[in-house]
């Protein structure tokens, strides 16, 4: 059974600073794997979109990789804003075409 | 483009009322699936149709109804609500010659007293 793990749960840091966040699954047989971005009570923004063919995609300050064969993928924010502030949820997409979800990375940007 | 909508966006519900959440996919995406993210939860799959039938299913318990109508969109029926339902419920669309892909809606909220 497919299960995503993200680390850390919570994460504070300055603004400006670059960080990674970190999301790891068990089962390597995905069809994709995710980012969103989701602010308090609000829906769900889709950030990056890696297939399991590719092993990065940028958009912006962020970048994220994917490396199936060891289950794990990042999510580099390149100098932090406070508008980051956010949680940052991963989730692949098992062969069923179920996406399975990590808890989460609440992030916080201090000003 | 046009996105998936969900409606309403909030509602309020009294413990063992019923409520129905709507959603209308992209327009040409023949599938949809249903998410509940309880408070500080990651989303979990309830339910999803494909060409009007179901395809999967997931924790989406036996108080809960779904289906999808000819137009594809769809509606969760939520019978004797009780206040562990209160939660923000996903519904995203896909496309069934780009399965690998689920485009979500903006969520409805339902807070049950």
């Known amino acids: 059974k497919q299960e995503v793990t993200q680390i850390p749960a919570a994460l504070s840091v300055p603004e400006g600073e670059n960080l990674v966040l970190n999301c790891s699954f068990t089962d390597s047989a995905i069809y994709n794997l995710q980012w969103f971005r989701q602010d308090p009570g609000k829906g769900l923004t889709s950030l990056l979109l890696?297939?399991?063919s590719q092993r990065e995609q940028t958009s912006g300050r962020l970048n994220a990789s994917l490396d199936k064969s060891s289950g794990r993928s990042t999510l580099y924010i390149a100098a932090s804003q406070p508008g980051d502030s956010a949680t940052y949820l991963c989730?692949?997409?098992?062969?069923?075409?179920?996406?399975?979800w990590g808890a989460g990375t609440k992030l916080i940007i201090k000003p | 483009a046009a996105g998936v909508i969900q409606s309403p966006r909030h509602l309020i519900k009294e413990k063992r009322e019923t409520a129905t959440l709507k959603c209308y996919p992209i327009?040409?995406?023949?599938?949809v699936y249903w998410y509940q993210q309880g408070p500080g939860q990651d989303p979990q799959f309830l339910i999803s149709f494909y060409e009007k039938m179901q395809s999967d299913k997931g924790s989406i318990p036996d108080r809960f109804s779904a289906q999808q109508f000819s137009d594809y969109h769809s509606e969760l029926n939520m019978s004797s609500l009780e206040l562990g339902d209160s939660a923000l419920y996903f519904c995203a669309s896909s496309s069934s010659s780009v399965p690998d892909t689920q485009y979500f809606g903006p969520g409805t909220r339902l807070t049950v007293l």
């Open positions: 989730a692949v997409m098992d062969s069923n075409y179920q996406l399975i």
């Open positions: 890696i297939q399991s």
């Open positions: 327009p040409r995406h023949d599938t």
